[in-house]
Structure formats: C-alpha cells, structure tokens
C-alpha cells in the first residue's frame, strides 16, 4: 500500500481564520514533506520533516506552521493568510529522505481557497 | 547545481501515436530520475524511477523512459496513446533531500 491520505479535500476560510490540515500515512515512512502548487505550475517545497524532525523550512512565511506529533501524521497550521496563498497543498512522503535515492509518495492533496 | 528541462509544455498527440515527453537534467553527479503524471485535481502518482543499472525503465500504464548519460535525458515514450493519458507531466531529479521538478509538461490526446 503506498498510500498518503489528507484532509480535507478543499477548505475555504478567511483571513481572519485559524484552519489546519492533515496528512497522514502507514507505510512506515520516515520523511514527510509539505508542498505549495499553483495552477499549471510544479510542486514547490515548503517543509521536509525527517524522524518527527524539521530538517527543512524553504523560507515559509510564519503564518504557515508545520507539526509532526508522530511518525505517521503531519499537520499544517494556518493562521492570517493572505489571498495569494490559494493553492493545492501537497503532502508526501519517503522511506528515507531523497538522498538515499528514496521515492516520494504524494497525497491528493488539499485545495485551499483563502478569501 | 542540478536541475530538470521539459522541452515542450504543451503536447498533442492523436490517440493510438506515440507518446514522447522529453526531459533533460544537469547533474554533476548521477542522479535520481523520476516521471511522475498529475491529473486534474489531484496529487502527482509516480510513473516511473531511474536509480542505477538498466537504463531502460518500465512505468505503469505502459510507459517506460531511457536513461541516456551522454546526453542527459531521460525522456518519456509510451507507443500507444489512449485518451486516459491527457494529463500533466513532471519530469523531477533528486541528490539531495527534495524533488526538484521541471516545469512540467500537458499532454493532450485528440480521438
């Protein structure tokens, strides 16, 4: 099973709102990884998380808080984004982190609308 | 530094042509190759991964990409298009510890 699961689907909330999403898997993975996606665009790394630990942060802006409680779950706190923020937010996860050569699963991901 | 060129960002093939999507890397060491396709709202599903050895690499859904060393590709073919295959195609390289993707390419198949 290489499945990576989030929630919710989509989300809309407002500036003024506190919301927070959802990741998780079961396949036993050690990395896990938040991604930014813009329409007709690639995947843009946000946060990589290796053994419950940040290893990464690509310079996020504060408002987007990253968690790991356990070596399956992730969760992304956001709190006073702005419109521009709109995206399809990515989770993903490996067996290792990519050095090793390790092939990164992807979730369906979450649509946020922030209006 | 590394990095991953998809020539073409759009294609348009007629169903039954051959798929072809190519992809070059700059590496300075041998890197890590993947094909991954995107379909409209959804997550990226991983088509296929080069590491080390053959350099032809079998997918799913029939597609299958040749490592070429000499000259840095790693393009995607498949012989036969079907209309399921229209979708977003990102070509990624990894050394280190994240993907880095392409800018990704959309393929269109026309019945």
């Known amino acids: 099973d290489t499945e990576v699961t989030q929630t919710p689907k989509h989300l809309v909330m407002g500036m003024t709102n506190k919301k927070s999403l959802k990741c998780e898997q079961h396949m036993g993975h050690r990395a896990m990884y938040w991604y930014k996606q813009k329409a007709k665009k690639p995947p843009e790394l946000m946060f990589v998380?290796?053994?419950?630990?940040?290893?990464i942060n690509e310079s996020v802006p504060s408002r987007f808080s990253p968690e790991c409680p356990n070596s399956s779950l992730l969760n992304l706190h956001l709190h006073a984004l702005q419109p521009e923020d709109s995206a399809l937010y990515l989770c993903a996860s490996s067996q290792e982190t990519l050095g090793s050569g390790s092939t990164q699963y992807f979730g369906p991901g979450t649509r946020l609308t922030v209006l | 530094a590394q990095s991953v060129t998809q020539l073409g960002s759009h294609v348009s093939v007629s169903e039954g042509a051959l798929v072809l999507l190519r992809c070059n890397y700059s590496?300075?060491?041998?890197?890590?190759l993947f094909w991954y396709v995107q379909y409209p709202n959804q997550g990226l599903q991983l088509l296929l991964k080069y590491t080390t050895g053959a350099t032809l690499v079998k997918g799913i859904n029939g597609f299958e990409a040749e490592f070429k060393k000499s000259e840095t590709s790693f393009h995607l073919t498949k012989p036969s298009a079907h209309m399921s295959d229209a979708a977003e195609y990102f070509c990624a390289v990894s050394l280190g510890t994240a993907l880095i993707f392409g800018k990704g390419t959309t393929l269109s198949v026309s019945s």
């Open positions: 998380y290796s053994y419950e630990k940040l290893s």
């Open positions: 590496s300075s060491v041998p890197p890590y």
